[in-house]
């Protein structure tokens, strides 16, 4: 079973065990993080502007990148870019949804609490937690050909103000999905939720050394689920551009919390290491 989140989660209530594609996995009871609520337990929204991230993706992958019908017609490094959404024909049909991976100028590690946290372009939206929400599945890898899923939570059955392409959703039923927060915060994730996924079980996904993360659009139709089965509903289908829209710049995409050290920081301290014990050999 994972474990908990961190010793500040240990004493949460948890959901009964989940499986999601052969991955029996463990996830935090709600209720969750309303869309701007930064001091939640489980998973607070973090300000763009924190201290804790470090670096910022910096490269949308084309040859990991694809989007679906309604989104952008190419890839912006500077402006948003649309992942589209798909139709109740497209989806019976079998079409992909669209997807987006991006790169870092520094790997991520799995470390003290959450690692990275992803950014959309949601806003506030009726009550109680509404929030005019698109979301994306959040996958990560360390090659650019595995890429392990976080598991994640959806319980709504109904917008609590709207329908269809103009509703908002109680945020507070949804865990571990990006778009779960209102622009300007970042939705958290902590590689921890992966530890008994079977691609890091068996050495494909090294949480030590993430090098890529993918977001997968969701149509919000009820068609895709979470971890226990349950439908996902958001704001489908909207108009103009459908779909998770992402944007690329520094405070605006996915911020990086905590890293692979760099080759040249590693290799100082090894030396530092080697000199330290021939000096200590010396004296003794």
């Known amino acids: 079973m994972l474990r908990a989140r961190r010793l500040f989660l240990v004493r ?26 930064t001091s939640h337990a489980i998973d607070p929204a973090i300000p763009a502007a924190s201290p804790l991230f470090h670096v910022w993706a910096d490269n949308i992958d084309a040859t990991r990148t694809y989007f679906a019908p309604r989104g952008s017609s190419s890839i912006s ?40 946290a992803v950014f959309e372009s949601g806003f506030a939206f009726g009550s109680p937690n509404g929030l005019f929400a698109e979301f994306a599945y959040v996958e990560v890898s360390s090659d650019g050909n595995n890429f ?26 949804v865990y571990n999905l990006a778009g779960k927060h209102a622009s300007g915060f970042g939705t958290p994730f902590n590689l921890d939720d992966l530890l008994n996924h079977p691609l890091v079980q068996n050495s494909l996904v090294d949480l030590s050394n993430i090098a890529y993360v993918k977001l997968v659009d969701i149509p919000g139709d009820g068609s895709f689920f979470d971890s226990l089965g349950n439908p996902i509903r958001d704001n489908w289908m909207t108009t103009g551009s459908g779909g998770f829209d992402f944007r690329l710049p520094a405070g605006q995409g996915i911020g990086a919390i905590n890293l692979v050290p760099e080759a ?21």
């Open 12 to 37: 949460s209530i948890v959901i009964p065990a989940c499986v999601l594609g052969g991955f029996v996995c463990e996830v935090t009871a709600g209720p969750y993080s309303g869309p701007t609520q």
């Open 77 to 116: 490094q500077t402006n948003f870019n649309s992942l589209g959404d798909l139709d109740s024909s497209q989806i019976a049909n079998g079409d992909s949804p669209g997807f987006l991976t991006v790169t870092f100028p520094q790997n991520i590690r799995n470390g003290a609490g959450p690692d990275f």
């Open 148 to 173: 392990a899923r976080f598991p994640s939570i959806s319980t709504n059955t109904a917008p609590v103000t709207g329908s269809g392409a103009f509703a908002g959703f109680d945020v507070s039923n």
């Open 264 to 284: 040249a920081s590693s290799s100082l301290l090894s030396l530092g290491m080697l000199a330290f014990m021939k000096l200590r050999r010396r004296r003794v």
